[in-house]
């Protein structure tokens, strides 16, 4: 009787973590958002493209640093809990 609660929490705990690798699917939406706002930028104004690059460097790493805390998340669910 005991195991089947187990097992059932351990279902709780795969699916919560599949569930929370969605953040990381969005993030990689969101990088793809920022360079395509980059390459638009840099096409229509050629001229100010270092202080263009530097932003979307910005935006890239902002969007990354929330696709690994999506993944601490994750690895918190599965082994931490």
Request: charged share 10%; no cysteine; aromatic share 14%.
């Amino acid at each position: 009787m005991f195991s089947f609660y187990v097992k059932k929490y351990s279902m709780g705990r795969l699916i919560a973590a599949g569930i929370a690798t969605i953040s990381i699917a969005g993030a990689g939406i969101g990088i793809g958002s920022v360079f395509s706002g980059f390459l638009t930028a840099l096409a229509k104004n050629p001229t100010i493209e270092a202080k263009l690059f530097t932003y979307a460097l910005l935006g890239f790493a902002l969007t990354e640093a929330i696709a690994l805390f999506g993944l601490m998340i994750v690895f918190l669910i599965l082994f931490a809990l």
